[in-house]
């Protein structure tokens, strides 16, 4: 009986001129978002890796030099994009693409794709995550709403019951027969991205990726899930098909565009950060506090030098081994180091903080806890870009420690003019940035994932409880 009540549904909506047109235009804008995203994932990866490459053939061509001045000269580490990004830009569009690397201090993220646009980007991208996350739950309202309240204005509910059919099979019925329509939608756009994705990856993509996909499609499918259960649902207990829609609507907007921006607004409210002023006021002086690395007679670099002429049982540094002045570099980096990590992580603190609202807020709205979800699976979220940042400043400290260490035995102090040849800057290992894996995503976003489970199962358990209630005639 419930799949004769599902193909019912099914062959009626099909019938629907109303629902075949929006369903078209529908599945149009996922298959022109699918391949816009993915022409605009393409020519930004090939420009992050033709500057990646520059950045290393500006590297290597550097003339003889001082090491230290080879710090100062520094590079550039390129985030990569990842290869589910086009499906979902999350927050790519506003986190910067490369990290300038030098010594004695710790650079931001910079050259973001919206510090190029207009003032329409507020508004949103149209990307695949904007179509299912947005306009396949309108979709799937204007399908659902009167799926009971229809058939209740024209008495045709007697009918199913009379033949024997329970209020649930009924129910489950209608939600399978809603299910495969909202999959006409949704599935050729999906083949496509999937396709894309594989052509991109040479048909040979890697485990992790294809467990992204996996997990992006499933994700999405219990979204559309909820949303259809919860539609139909409603339009069984609504009195009217008008009254029905009204709710329906009122949940999405709720949903989907108040409280997103309400705990985006409350975030900002709550956890505030400096201005850029204030910070880097308190960064500079932080850093003026530690060891002036050009400046071996300060006081601190004092305490350092009497530390090391103690070590090597000398009594002038004129008489040291090592360079001193590489000695003094690297310990100057070591704080600096310390004080960019203590400032940018409070305030990388206070951003989480702003996040976590929208994360608990994901218990009440499945749609934060997809966003948050969708984003990590792509790659495309906050704790990917802070990976990479990390990944990025690692490499930085390390090149300047290989280079001041070069400086420290390769000359002697206060001899400034000594230069490396141009074959040691190829011995220092390029930049090279790894996806962290599914699991690592998961793992920071587990939340989410538990939010999206419980308020499932809330639902299901609700509509269960519900059904036995209900009163169709």
């Not at 979902?88 to 973001?112: I, W």
């Not at 894309?196 to 040479?202: E, K, N, P, S, V």
């Not at 609504?238 to 009204?246: D, H, I, K, N, Y």
């Amino acid at each position: 009986m419930k799949n004769l009540i599902a193909n019912k549904e099914f062959t009626a909506t099909l019938r629907d001129r109303r629902f075949v047109v929006a369903g078209v235009l529908v599945l149009l804008l996922l298959l022109v978002a699918t391949w816009t995203g993915f022409r605009n994932y393409q020519t930004l990866a090939d420009k992050r890796a033709r500057a990646s490459e520059s950045a290393r053939a500006a590297w290597l061509g550097q003339p003889e030099k001082n090491p230290h001045s080879a710090a100062h000269y520094g590079t550039f580490a390129f985030r990569p994009k990842s290869d589910l990004s086009f499906l979902d830009f999350g927050l790519d569009t506003y986190t910067g693409s490369s990290v300038y690397l030098e010594g004695h201090r710790q650079n931001d993220a910079k050259f973001s794709q919206a510090e190029d646009a207009t003032s329409l980007i507020r508004f949103g991208e149209m990307t695949v995550a904007f179509v299912l996350q947005l306009l396949i739950p309108l979709l799937i309202i204007f399908l659902c709403f009167n799926a009971f309240t229809q058939e209740r204005e024209e008495n045709t509910l007697k009918i199913l019951l009379s033949q024997g059919a329970s209020v649930p099979t009924i129910f489950w019925g209608k939600v399978s027969g809603f299910a495969r329509v909202i999959g006409l939608v949704v599935v050729p756009a999906l083949l496509l991205a999937g396709t894309l994705l594989f052509a991109q990856t040479g048909f040979d993509p890697t485990t992790d990726t294809l467990l992204r996909l996996g997990l992006f499609v499933g994700l999405y499918v219990i979204y559309f899930g909820l949303f259809i259960i919860g539609s139909v649902f409603v339009s069984a207990r609504a009195g009217s098909s008008r009254a029905s829609l009204l709710t329906l609507l009122g949940i999405w907007i709720v949903a989907c565009v108040v409280l997103p921006k309400a705990t985006a607004n409350l975030g900002e409210s709550l956890f505030k950060v400096p201005s850029n002023y204030t910070f880097q006021h308190e960064l500079h002086e932080d850093v003026e506090k530690g060891i002036d690395g050009h400046n071996p007679s300060d006081a601190r670099a004092k305490e350092l030098e009497k530390k090391i002429l103690a070590q090597y049982g000398v009594d002038s540094v004129s008489q040291l081994p090592v360079n001193f002045d590489g000695i003094v570099m690297q310990e100057g980096e070591k704080y600096t180091s310390l004080v960019y990590q203590k400032h940018f992580g409070e305030l990388q603190n206070q951003f989480q903080k702003q996040n976590s609202l929208a994360t608990a807020a994901g218990f009440l709205n499945p749609y934060l806890a997809v966003r948050d979800l969708s984003m990590g699976l792509s790659g495309s979220d906050y704790d990917h870009f802070l990976d990479f940042k990390a990944e990025a400043e690692a490499y930085r400290f390390g090149l300047v420690e290989r280079l001041n260490n070069e400086m420290k035995t390769f000359s002697k102090t206060g001899d400034w003019d000594k230069t490396v040849s141009r074959d040691f800057w190829a011995k220092t290992p390029d930049f090279q940035y790894q996806l962290p894996s599914v699991g690592w995503a998961l793992g920071r976003h587990g939340l989410s994932v538990l939010a999206l489970l419980l308020f499932g199962g809330l639902l299901v358990w609700s509509v269960q409880r519900g059904l036995k209630t209900i009163d169709l005639v």
